[in-house]
């Protein structure tokens, strides 16, 4: 298990590694001259030539990139172009934001969308199997801001239960968060819950298959106890999979999410940052959010090691 | 046999009928309509293909044309859907963005399946120090969520419509490509593929000729999800404000601009992405038949 360990630790250096000079490439192409953005219109070419000699611009790309990267390793991400304010604490603050929105997505959808897949598998092609497949096919494909348009419609303008907008204050409690969490949470849901049913409900119905479902159900065994103890268990290995590939989609969810909502989080400071063409600033929220992403997928492979022997024996 | 693989082949030109071929794009029309569900989806988008074509002849006004008199209009029957806060016929608007989402989303995809295909047949096909910097190329973009690389590129190139065409070429490729390889690599070995090459056939008769058709089944299927895919996106970067941009009636873009007037307007947000939403689900109901037919 150690090398195994250290095995895919490696891996992960070296995407992100690989990432992050894709990243720099691509930003490295943004248009306009960054000395005249902080200098703004009216400076001199003097003075625009020192702030580029300073600040090693001038430098050769290959230079500047091993700088870049070195200076995010450490934590030092230079100051927002748009803001003027430190980059590091931002990009903390708003990341904080993002992962709590995240876990309370994984918390509630997650168990849901195994139940809702398990419930589908062991009732292939009836009614349940129809009502959930079909159900989950028609979600998958919404884009977020669409159900989550929806869901501010019913529970906020409607019901009147939650509110629409979720742009938390720096200092609230959770107890002030929670209602303002529950809608984007619904709707990032909606992302996992298609995805994750319906990989568990192929995996239910491939393992009831098997021989030895047979062998259990022949020697008398409860079918309770044949599901709980030997179908669940094997079934599970492939949705833990998807959990990992989905907290990619949930990324990409949350970018939009946060939008719909107005929540603090990255995916909002991505888009601020995008329309303003801030060049440190995109690409500090953007190796966050690849480094995060890297991480997610570190501890789904470890979990799937651990359920499964022969990938770590490979 | 892998002899006359090429005999049978050659006549193929467009003016011999080949019985075979029809009865195959029958056979395939005939598989879009198999299931309820199939049916439904398959309804569902030719239904909005007719109408991305003929919105100009059909719409009762110009895309953005602006009736001021008729502002702020609830539905009626002089406008269907009512109108935007600039006095757009909303119904009118609808039916453009039917084009404008398919089309782009269309291109995009048909262009990234190309490519990846191209990509994925060379880079599988070739084997060692080619397939092995492609890949972990490749490896590198799919380390980024889809978004994330898509607001980055866009980052870049500026938010416009032939930037969201880029974007999506750029971000679909790796994808199609992979699924090409992995099919490309199990096929190469294969006893026809072998004849071919020791037959001393060009490399672009052994790609195309002898290994395209086992992966077509599978690229079917990959370019239906990425087709559907790519309408999510070019949804969702409208909606963000950094594809697509105004006056075009894009379904997305015409959410974002009717969001600070929802309270007054519903209907110029609702009925945007009530399309949205319908022809998604129908090109997902359609992409889930095609996959369940060739996978089979």
């Not at chain 1, 103890?229 to 290995?237: A, E, K, Q, W």
């Not at chain 1, 940052?273 to 690849?290: E, K, T, Y």
């Not at chain 2, 191209?118 to 910097?133: H, P, T």
């Not at chain 2, 379904?251 to 319908?278: C, D, K």
């Amino acid at each position: 298990m150690a090398t195994f360990v250290i095995r895919r630790m490696g891996f992960l250096a070296l995407t992100v590694i690989l990432t992050s000079l894709v990243i720099f490439i691509i930003t490295q192409m943004l248009p306009g001259d960054v000395a005249r953005v902080v200098l703004g219109r009216e400076a001199g070419e003097a003075a625009l030539e020192a702030f580029r000699e300073e600040n090693g611009l001038n430098d050769p790309l290959p230079v500047q990139y091993g700088r870049w990267l070195m200076d995010f390793v450490t934590g030092d991400w230079g100051h927002s172009l748009s803001t003027r304010s430190a980059i590091f604490p931002v990009v903390m603050d708003r990341l904080r934001n993002s992962l709590l929105l995240a876990g309370m997505t994984m918390l509630v959808g997650v168990p849901l969308s195994i139940i809702l897949g398990i419930i589908a598998g062991l009732n292939e092609d009836k009614l349940a199997d129809n009502t959930i497949s079909i159900g989950a096919l028609t979600v998958v494909g919404l884009p977020e801001f669409v159900t989550g348009l929806v869901l501010i419609q019913i529970f906020s303008r409607w019901l009147g239960w939650l509110p629409a907008n979720s742009s938390i204050a720096p200092d609230a409690t959770f107890a002030e968060k929670l209602p303002m969490l529950i809608l984007p949470a619904m709707t990032a849901t909606m992302v996992l819950l298609a995805y994750i049913s319906r990989m568990t409900r192929a995996g239910v119905i491939e393992e009831l298959k098997r021989p030895y479902v047979r062998t259990a159900t022949l020697k008398g065994l409860p079918r309770r106890a044949v599901i709980f103890n030997h179908v669940l268990r094997n079934s599970l290995i492939p949705a833990i999979t998807v959990i990992a590939i989905s907290f990619g989609w949930l990324i990409s969810g949350l970018i939009v999410i946060e939008n719909v909502f107005n929540y603090p989080g990255l995916g909002r400071l991505l888009v601020f940052a995008i329309d303003r063409q801030d060049l440190p600033l995109i690409q500090a929220v953007a190796m966050v959010a690849v480094v995060s992403f890297a991480l997610a997928n570190l501890a789904a492979d470890l979990i799937y090691a651990r359920l499964n022997p022969r990938i770590r024996l490979e | 046999m892998p002899v006359q693989s090429k005999m049978s082949l050659t006549p193929d030109s467009p003016l011999s009928v080949n019985p075979s071929r029809i009865s195959r794009w029958a056979g395939a029309f005939h598989a879009l309509f198999s299931t309820k569900a199939t049916a439904l989806g398959t309804t569902i988008v030719l239904i909005f293909v007719v109408v991305a074509f003929i919105a100009p002849l059909i719409a009762p006004y110009g895309v953005n044309e602006q009736i001021y008199s008729d502002a702020r209009q609830a539905p009626s029957a002089d406008h269907w859907f009512g109108t935007d806060h600039l006095g757009r016929d909303v119904f009118s608007r609808v039916l453009y963005g039917a084009s404008d989402i398919l089309f782009l989303a269309g291109l995009g995809t048909a262009m990234a399946v190309m490519c990846g295909t191209a990509v994925g047949l060379l880079s599988g096909y070739a084997g060692g120090m080619v397939d092995e910097i492609m890949m972990r190329f490749f490896d590198s973009l799919l380390a980024m969520p889809a978004l994330l690389l898509a607001l980055l590129l866009l980052g870049t190139l500026g938010p416009s419509r032939n930037s969201v065409f880029i974007v999506m070429v750029i971000v679909y490729t790796p994808i199609v490509a992979r699924v090409v390889r992995s099919v490309v690599l199990s096929v190469r070995s294969k006893g026809f593929v072998e004849a071919a090459r020791l037959q001393g056939e060009s490399i672009e008769w052994v790609l195309f000729r002898e290994i395209l058709p086992s992966v077509t089944p599978t690229l079917a299927v990959e370019a239906a999800l990425r087709f559907s895919y790519a309408i999510f996106l070019v949804a969702s970067l409208g909606f963000l404000g950094v594809g697509v941009q105004p006056p075009s009636p894009n379904w997305g873009l015409m959410v974002n601009e009717a969001r600070p007037h929802v309270g007054q307007l519903p209907w110029a947000l609702f009925f945007p992405a009530a399309a949205i939403a319908i022809v998604v689900i129908g090109v997902n109901l359609m992409a889930d038949g095609v996959k369940r037919l060739l996978q089979a």
